[in-house]
């Protein structure tokens, strides 16, 4: 048995994982997928071990100590002095991993030559970086949104590689509302001249205004209509008069400049090509295909795992979670954030997700887990 | 006492309104009101008659009798053998009253010069319109979604004017998340380099693109979203592989046909100029403005008025029509139409609205309304 190779706790180290091939066909060569760890590994890297392997919604990445920052660290509910927690940029994206902004092999960004990926395609890169790591189980797979559908799909194709699941937020497969709504998004972007069929990287511009456009309506998704409402109303926006003798797009709601932020905000960090790649992989998202159906493919499901929603979710309305939890087949917990925050309180409600988190990892390893020097004791079980 | 003139049963008319002079403080001079009716009248103009006045929706028009075919017309719900039935096309539209295309008093079409208006300013062009037919009072103003909103105007701009109010689908202003979904529309047509700000008119193009990207996005607020998923769920498109290797805009999913055939359709039949300053006046749609805010403007209300909702509305939630219901000082009752569709219920859900339109009738006019030969008998009450 050889333990797997870490880089530093914490830091962004990029992994080779060879050829990527996409369900649908098409290859990426010599893919990379970043990623970053915290805690020390312990186990067995072929049986039981200390890993929990996060995965990232649409626009996150590695660094989840950062966007789960109330929840990764030492005492925390993913204790890091208890855990080894690995989260990777997913393949597709702009933050280290392989992504349409990298460089193709022959010379140039891949732009519209990057394949379309699905959810598997994303799993199946992420398998053979745990390859390439020397890890061939973990303990957990726990993702939110686009990250629970990677968890999901986690559950079904290496159901012997994983002892539990924690899928939170998410659904079975796109429903036909979120292939559209993310549809309008993808528009919103290739509809912007400077998006030139996805082949913009060599011309020095970008398609900011599609992108901001794009994550304006998918802001609107992740949010509760009643928080965005108790938040900002029909406030104008301090100096600005949106209720002027004409129409200006500069005289504001203060609803439409919190959105124009968040748009702005996101062209700033995130590549639109990836924004399409990873938009189009949610649309793909269909756990039953090939597997006889929805029904059939939860069915078959072995890995004990946990479901989490919000009951305010508009995106993915806490039903699609209650469907997977009345046809997963080895249903572990189930369990409601209560918020008026909408799909976003995964990321915001700290301590609904606290508990809960504790308790999957009470429930998924319920007489510990006890492979040696990394733990300190049982002080930090609940 | 003279009586109305009105133009031929079911006949597109048009009525000069003299100047609309805008909440804002901008004019419209020689504005045209577009109308048709069914019906004849009877009655006093300026006291108790038979006239309901019927509030089309966004993209709606004054031809009632074929978008609520079901509920118009002889022994329906609206009984135009006893009711004398008027809708008029709202100004700012483009089925006959004045908006964005028409020709402005210096020549060329309004464009960027038509004013900004409110859903007060539409309710004032209407209240001028049955002035100048010689219309003083009616039984009843009715109206969805944002012929809902005229409708709740009308009950505090002039409540003298009107026994009772049907007010459906709507909210008492717009929510933060209402105005956003709605300003994305809005950005995706003005985003549009057909739009020519605002100023296309003369340029031989329009800005189609744009005008069905908003309408896609607003599709699929007016649809529910489990209604969508039962109809088109993931299913591809016929003869189109949205799963292919590579993303391609014309490889969709069923979904998006779909949605894309909702976009032609009004790029066909509708103007986006209209369609801009129209969902403009939604985003200044706010009965508490001026009167003390939202509770005391509503606890002033006098009309009796019968509050619709639709159970699964994502556009105009149900909780809104029950703030409604809580607030207003004159509440006649409250029914909520049970559907997957969503917000569209009320236009779709014929069974339900002939039942909630023949209640609403009944106790406005409990004691029926005999004004002269128009009326047939008893046998059309419920």
Redesign the interface.
């Known amino acids: 048995m050889s333990y797997p190779t870490f880089a530093l706790e914490g830091e962004l180290a990029f992994t080779d994982i060879g050829t990527l091939r996409?369900?649908?066909?098409?290859e990426i060569p010599a893919a990379t997928i970043a990623y970053q760890h915290w805690g020390a590994f312990a186990g067995d890297p072929d049986g039981a071990n200390n890993v929990l392997l996060i995965e990232h919604a649409l626009t996150g990445d590695s660094d989840a100590a950062d966007w789960w920052g109330d929840l990764i660290g030492p005492g925390k509910a993913l204790d890091t002095t208890r855990w080894c927690v690995v989260c990777t940029n997913v393949i597709g994206g702009c933050k280290g991993s392989t992504g349409p902004a990298s460089e193709h092999p022959d010379g140039g960004a891949w732009g519209?030559r990057f394949?379309?990926l699905?959810i598997r395609d994303q799993v199946q890169a992420e398998k053979q970086f745990l390859d390439a790591l020397g890890i061939h189980r973990v303990h957990a797979v726990i993702g939110g949104s686009m990250g629970g559908a990677r968890t999901l799909e986690w559950t079904l194709l290496y159901p012997e590689k994983m002892d539990a699941a924690c899928v939170i937020a998410v659904s079975a497969?796109?429903?036909?509302?979120?292939?559209?709504?993310q549809?309008?998004q993808?528009?919103?972007i290739?509809?912007?001249?400077d998006w030139a069929g996805g082949d913009y990287y060599s011309t020095g511009k970008v398609p900011g205004?599609g992108l901001a456009?794009a994550r304006?309506?998918a802001?609107?998704t992740y949010?509760g209509?009643?928080e965005?409402?108790e938040?900002?109303?029909?406030q104008p926006q301090r100096g600005e008069n949106?209720?002027?003798?004409?129409?200006s797009?500069d005289q504001?709601?203060?609803?439409?400049s919190y959105?124009d932020y968040q748009g702005a905000r996101l062209v700033e960090r995130f590549d639109a090509g990836s924004y399409?790649?990873l938009t189009?992989s949610l649309?793909?998202h269909?756990i039953g295909?090939g597997r006889g159906g929805l029904i059939k493919a939860l069915a078959q499901s072995e890995v004990p795992t946990m479901v989490v929603g919000v009951d305010t979710d508009?995106l993915y309305?806490y039903?699609q979670q209650e469907h997977l939890s009345r046809n997963l087949g080895n249903l572990l917990a189930m369990a409601k954030v209560v918020s008026p925050v909408g799909h976003d309180a995964f990321l915001t409600e700290s301590r609904q997700m606290d508990r809960i988190l504790r308790n999957f990892l009470t429930l998924s390893a319920p007489d510990g887990l006890n492979f040696g020097p990394a733990y300190v004791g049982d002080e930090y079980y609940i």
């Open positions: 996409t369900e649908a066909g098409a519209s394949p379309a699905s497969r796109a429903s036909g509302w979120q292939i559209g709504i549809t309008a993808i528009s919103a290739v509809r912007d001249p205004d456009a304006r309506i802001h609107l949010r209509e009643q965005i409402d938040r900002f109303g029909a949106p209720l002027g003798p004409y129409r797009d504001r709601f203060a609803v439409n959105l399409v790649a189009e649309n793909r269909d295909r508009i309305p039903h």
